[in-house]
């Protein structure tokens, strides 16, 4: 046990004091960061949330410099001094408090404390589960608590946007109904009513959407959502969604309003001014110049059709493919010249763990293009190429010629590994862009129907509706993705808001009328009494401050996480429980 | 299906429109509360979240005006039309835009509505039943909507204030570690890890505990809590908390941060200023004069102990009551006046309902007391009974004899019945007090233990830790709860930060050291690594609400509620889960 208060009170954070409170007198309380010990002076660097201050111990104050012998790191002291001005020659520039120190007066050891397993401070060389193992350990260093204080920050800054603009935080429930269309529920057994389940909520959006019938207009909450996934590195089993649903609106509404939030929240977060409207993209013309539907917009190296040029092609490579896809290529300037023979190698092999069947290339080189597979290729065809491409000397060239689908999964991949590879990928640069006109649906070869793209209450665009019967995977989605740097932030859509469109979605998905009704009743049901058009996103707000603070480690923004088998280190869930819990659960364990 | 808003913009909010708009163009959109028919017009009131506005349709519209004859209650519309001054003679004080309208130009239906199960208005007569499976049109009415509205501005106004006082919202884990000490957890199936539960939080307790350790200073959050406790009227499986944890501070700082926070809160939405500091009386005190711990300040009545004045009566019943407990009393002034024989007889039975073996009165008449006690009693005995209680003509005296406990409880419920039979409990009357010095422990009889009166993790009066050992029962703890008018808002306390109180504390829990460690383990680890002092305070956010807004039905500040055995009537949770689902996560029914 240590000291107490007793009585007094801090006066100043540490790492807040200025010269301007040089000649007061101050109360500190913080953690020791380290002890040095120097002719009759100890030297303390004291630590809290704010920051750093030095405080000096002089041996003339007999008993206090005795206890402040004693102390040791991590220590939690609370210091009575003076602040006053240090030498020119000792200034540290290191920390902001770094001109000034306290001259100790008094000293009370608040707390003691072991040696730490580990030294807090950013750098710190030991591996992720003892770091999650001593989470309150962790979460001291000033990188960590960085992250948290950021959180806290754009969670008050995004509130603060939505509520000046009309829109009402309400709380939605976190035990509810278990309809199995998307990722796994998590369940949770009612002790009440043996035998059924609550299912932790994967989102808000039924609810979000239920709100709107009831007139609340303009809704949204930073909610917990829960998915039982299998983790990988950036998913966490539960997170936390910024989720915003309007009434009355169209789709440029939706993207007007967000385009203010994200302006709002990088401008003031990060100091950069956001130019508005973003550029936006269909997710036609996403798939077809970047072969993805997020694309990275902070460098080119755009693909480029070779189809028509090719259409006669005696080359039966391109030939096959052609007949059921397409023959698309990059150009990877500079890498002709740049790249060894080993390095393209390389290029192929990774194409093929990208699921290419294989990958041609075309080396321009100062004395013309070199290739294996030229001597496949008419002098026009190998013209139209690198006309197309636009490539000069010491350009390479990268062709795929397959079904689309794997077209641009193959060149969208290969050409992200080479912005990486060649730098082209600037961390404070930062390029916004909505991808619209989403497909409604795609085919689920596992399943053999079509599953909802974004989900199954995204409506259709107007003009395509005609087509639900006919050609569904023809039908446009009024739906939107932000997509930021290749990572999508949010998205969100248009919802279908009539009890016989969302009953003709549920038959394209594969449902029986009596199964839809079952899971999703209430919500047709509601349609039935005036719903109002209504429309939403969400974001993902792990995923924002880990772009906002620039760490690419999903654990480091939330305070307590889960591992990737869903553990937390620190207090050692999930564990047995009592069989008595289980009994008055009616349920056991059946491994 | 409606018709398509097709790029036509909302301009105003139905009940925003004011005078000041008499002339322009509007575009209101929303809910049609009623239309009437009169001589070739048709006037439509348009609900939407902030009022009505009453819209006009002429004959001479033609196609529009036949569209507007076919609308109905619920229809959802668009109107296009001019906001014209109404003559003084059709005003509608019932309204805040009932001096003006809209003179409608044209029209959109853009979703029909069946005949709701109910009108949408605050006076309602429909079972809750009903109100709840249809939730989205029980939402519609102004009523609930005020609800909602006004829990978001609380929490708004509760995030401001925190966070301008350094609070940093930080977000704990929902899927957690089961500790069962307190109320029942509802367990969570682990899919990845067999056998294996997590137990979703009762409160972020020991989280924002940790998070002081790691350094966090002030940390706050308005947290969804949950308790697998048989629902009483004003409970909800999940609820939501204020959650507050402070470091380096002492009773009196939190105290003065809340009383600064209800101020604000209370001031903001109900524009009544405060006066601060709030009273504050000890459990003890407040035990003896309102026999509660959480007493209504709004009137009188106090308890009055009469033991002394009866310490030598003959009076057998009190004899006997005084070697175990006390005698005491309360003066119910005028009702002896009042009150009929029977209404006494009454009071007698309720006593008895609320644990007395009996209660004794004396009705002091113009001509003396009367009581059929009378005749054990000395007249000393009486005259000083009479003196205590301030009695005078007309009044009626109520007196319980027995243990403590049972004094405190039946008096003190016997004072609340009373002065809300006689109307002394004003609503808009609002009277805080905090009750401070709690024991720490309580015995519990069932389980042959004491348990802890607020959790385990409150720190001792630091005067009283040497009592620990040897009196357990006559330790007080540095507790505090914040009562407005009879209802417990919150409560807190300072903590417990050394590893070998916490140790002591769960031994006199009745823990071994070992299931100690084991549950509880990683807090008293953490504690060894330097734990600055620390403390904070819950309130229930649902309660707080209520009180905000005079309901005394907790459902009414909810959005989906859940029914007193956990149902949620709207989207039928809890309900059967498919066998592969109950496979995948390791477990099966067990009725």
Redesign the interface.
Known sequence: ??E??S?L??TH?CGLLTENEVGREAVV????QRRRDLGGLIFIDL???TGIVQVVFDQSLGDVFRKAEKVRN???L?VIGDVVKRDEETYNPNISTGTIEIRAKDLKI?????T?PFMIEDDVNVSESVRLK???????RPKM?NY??T??KV??IV?DYL?DHGF???????????T?EGA?????????????????PQSPQ??KQ??M?????RYFQLA?C?R?E??RADRQ??F?QIDIEM????ED?VIELNEGLLKKVFGDVLGIELKTPFLRLTYQEAMERFGSDKPDLRFGMELKDLSDILKETNFNVFRSALSKGSIRAINAEGCGEKFSRREIDALVDLAKDFGAKGLAWISIDSDGPKSPILKFLTEEEINGIIKRLNAKPGDLLLIVADEDAVVFNVLGRLRLHLGRKLGLMKKDDYKFVWVVDFPLLEWNEEEHRYTAMHHPFTAPK?EDIPLLDSQPQKVRAKAYDIVLNGVELGGGSIRI??T??QEKMFKVLGFTNESAWERFG?LME????????HGGIAYGFDRLIMLLTGTDNIRDV???P?TQ????L?????????LK???????????
Chains 1, 2 share one sequence.
């Open positions: 046990m240590g107490l208060l009585g009170k801090r954070m309380m913080g953690w020791v630590r809290d949330r991590e220590y939690v609370a608040l707390s003691v404390s072991d730490p001593y989470r309150y350990l962790d979460l001291r608590q948290l204080i959180r806290s969670a008050k509130r509520i009402l935080e309400i709380e939605t429930p976190y035990l509810t109904k278990s199995p796994r529920d998590f369940l949770v057994p009612s002790r009440l009513q043996p035998g059924t389940f609550y299912a932790l039924l609810f239920l709100l019938i009831a007139g609340y207009d917990r829960f039982d299998d983790l089993p539960d936390t009434s009355f609106i169209e509404d107007d808001h009539s016989d469109i209430f509601a349609f039935k009494y005036g719903a109002p058009p939330i305070a307590f889960k088998n869903g553990s937390c620190l207090t050692d869930a999930p564990s047995p429980v009592d819990q289980l009994r008055e659960l009616h349920i056991k364990v059946d491994i």
